[in-house]
């Protein structure tokens, strides 16, 4: 299931499209087969956006093996580019995902050259300080919305050809939320059998190698961490649209450890893994829930012990168990 | 005289962040270890000192050891069963692991403790000297004073003991000094335990200055991310100075231009280093 080894079989190539094609649709109707309620709806809208949050981190993990920690000043730049331009100038959707898009691209370019050159866990630090920074901004600076945040942020609108689409209730959220999360997926899909996907695989697994053809590590490095970043904010974006509200708490260290636990649960360089986890996550937070301090000791606990005991995640643990009996 | 209580200010400040960042050095410049539960870890310090005090009536310096036992302990469990991470180097997976362990210890300390902001009674966080328009506490004469006894002596023992070689024998390659006969595991479970430990004298030492929340979590000791960077990675003298020298900046820059900023102001002077000279700082 590496990046590496995926020559596709061609001979089959229908069928396997047809496949994508039945789960797209399973999944589209998903919420509907769940019995078609609000809750169904708004947790399943709340997984695909968190799955997006955690495919960005995802890209610069499992592919540059470098564990960024910054990534919820992307997750953060989508709220409140959403929130700020939405509520005080009145502009659609699209603008604001564009806005998004662009801010997360200039603060990931500019981090991702200042750490160009720090080792692994250095570059963690800065990003994490960077984080907490961002935080202190948001906090303190009342023209994005201070401490108190932004409030009554305007149903999403996206104006299309022939459709207006708009997200004022749960249930108009899921259709922009899945379609977000495809697009991501099939990002994700084209990234992983990229030039740019597989080099940064090689200088991840193989330096030696990945210096001897002439590869610049430091470019690879920056041009993965700048796509990922759009991805996180992304989510955050349609994030701000489905609370109707954004505040400093989108810094809060839980959407951190969401990123990292859901992509280490089931394994990591593995396309569904990351979906897969979160769906899992949110469904315990959601619907068994124990209690936000007990919740926290869950999730945490999850991360530590898969590192600890599964370094492969699920899917390691269960090729060992297959291989075993 | 406003200049010369800044400079005062800075120093108290700074020797809180020396003092929290100590454990730190430590780890990541002796035996090159991370530990991303450690603001969480100082969290913990403080409100186990704090139930010391509140609840179980101890006075002040017994609460200080009881909470350098608990946090070893913790220290010592988390080291143990982290120990195949640590032995292999994975340092990307230790990371992720501490942070971890760190949101557990946030959400069992809220549990314990409640998620009410508490105040550390400290007699001598009450105690002020003036002098002349000039005004300190006692509180900040101990911190000052601890701190510099505590650097002097982990300065003398990793630098001219025969254990200091072993430990830093050790970071350089685990396996080679366990060759040598040297206890490998034994070696990091001594250096971790000594980071929790130094990091519950830290932070009962410092938290009686402010609220404490179990939430505050790394926040509150960002500024040790910067002094560790700052000082050259492992430095013990390095920190020390960089401990002080961001105090001082943090006083003038919270006096003068904007106090809601000085985290990102310190920031701003770290990411300025680390372009200048990236080499000099991330190696040793």
């Known amino acids: 299931m590496t990046a590496i080894e995926s020559p596709q079989p061609a001979s089959i190539p229908l069928l396997r499209l047809a496949a994508v094609a039945a789960f797209i649709v399973m999944g589209f109707l998903l919420p509907r087969l769940l019995g078609g309620t609000s809750v169904a709806y708004s947790t399943l809208t709340t997984i695909a956006i968190f799955a997006v949050m955690c495919y960005g981190a995802d890209i610069v993990l499992s592919y540059l093996g470098e564990v960024s920690l910054g990534h919820t000043v992307f997750w953060a730049i989508g709220g409140y580019a959403a929130a700020n331009l939405s509520v005080k100038y009145g502009l659609n959707g699209w603008a604001t995902a564009a806005a998004t898009i662009a801010l997360c691209l200039a603060a990931a370019t500019f981090l991702g050259a200042v750490t160009l050159r720090t080792r692994e866990f250095v570059f963690s630090l800065v990003t994490y300080a960077a984080a907490v920074v961002a935080y202190e901004i948001a906090f303190n600076w009342d023209a994005v919305g201070g401490s108190d945040g932004v409030v009554g942020i305007p149903p999403l609108k996206l104006p299309l050809l022939l459709t207006n689409f708009s997200g004022a209730m749960q249930e108009d959220l899921w259709p922009i939320a899945f379609a977000l999360l495809l697009l991501t997926l099939a990002f994700i899909a084209r990234f992983r059998r990229s030039r740019l996907g597989t080099t940064a695989l090689m200088v991840q697994m193989n330096p030696a190698l990945a210096a001897s053809l002439g590869v610049d590590p430091r470019r690879i490095r920056l041009a993965v961490f700048v796509i990922s970043a759009p991805i996180t904010g992304l989510a955050g974006w349609l994030y701000a649209y489905q609370r109707a509200y954004v505040g400093p708490d989108m810094f809060e260290s839980y959407f951190l450890v969401m990123m990292l636990t859901a992509i280490v649960l089931v394994g990591r360089r593995i396309l569904l893994g990351p979906l897969i986890g979160t769906a899992l996550l949110i469904a315990q937070q959601n619907l068994l829930s124990l209690g936000g301090d007990w919740n926290k000791i869950v999730l945490g606990s999850v991360l530590a012990l898969v590192l600890i005991f599964w370094p492969a995640g699920l899917v390691g643990l269960y090729r060992r168990i297959t291989k075993k009996t | ?284």
């Open chain 2, 1 to 284: 005289m406003n200049i010369a209580q800044q400079v005062i200010n800075g120093i108290v400040l700074g020797s809180g962040y020396a003092c929290i960042a100590l454990g730190w050095t430590i780890l990541l410049g002796v035996a090159r270890l991370v530990n991303f539960a450690h603001g969480q870890l100082y969290m913990l310090g403080a409100f186990v000192s704090w139930y010391a005090i509140t609840k179980l009536g101890l006075p002040y310096p017994l609460a200080i050891l009881m909470a350098i036992i608990v946090l070893g302990v913790i220290g010592l469990l988390m080291q143990s069963a982290m120990m195949r991470l640590v032995m292999t180097q994975n340092l990307t997976s230790l990371m992720i692991v501490t942070l971890g362990l760190g949101y557990v210890l946030q959400g069992g300390s809220a549990l314990i403790f409640g998620g009410n902001p508490q105040t550390l009674p400290g007699t001598l966080a009450r105690a002020k000297i003036d002098i002349g328009p000039l005004w300190f506490t006692w509180q900040d004469v101990l911190v000052l004073v601890v701190t510099l006894l505590l650097y002097g002596a982990v300065w003398l023992f990793t630098q001219r003991t025969r254990f200091g070689s072993v430990i830093r024998a050790v970071a350089e390659d685990p396996k080679l000094a366990e060759l040598f006969g040297i206890n490998a595991k034994l070696v990091y479970l001594g250096v971790f335990v000594f980071e929790c430990s130094a990091v519950a004298l830290g932070a009962a030492l410092v938290a009686p200055r402010s609220p404490i929340l179990t939430s505050m979590g790394f926040n509150e000791v960002i500024m040790t991310f910067v002094v560790v960077v700052l000082g050259g990675i492992g430095s013990i003298g390095g920190a020390l100075a960089a401990g002080l020298g961001l105090g001082l900046f943090t006083a003038f820059f919270g006096a003068f231009v904007a106090p809601a900023y000085t985290t990102a102001a310190a920031f701003a002077l770290l990411l300025a280093l680390l372009v200048i000279r990236p080499a000099g700082l991330a190696t040793k």
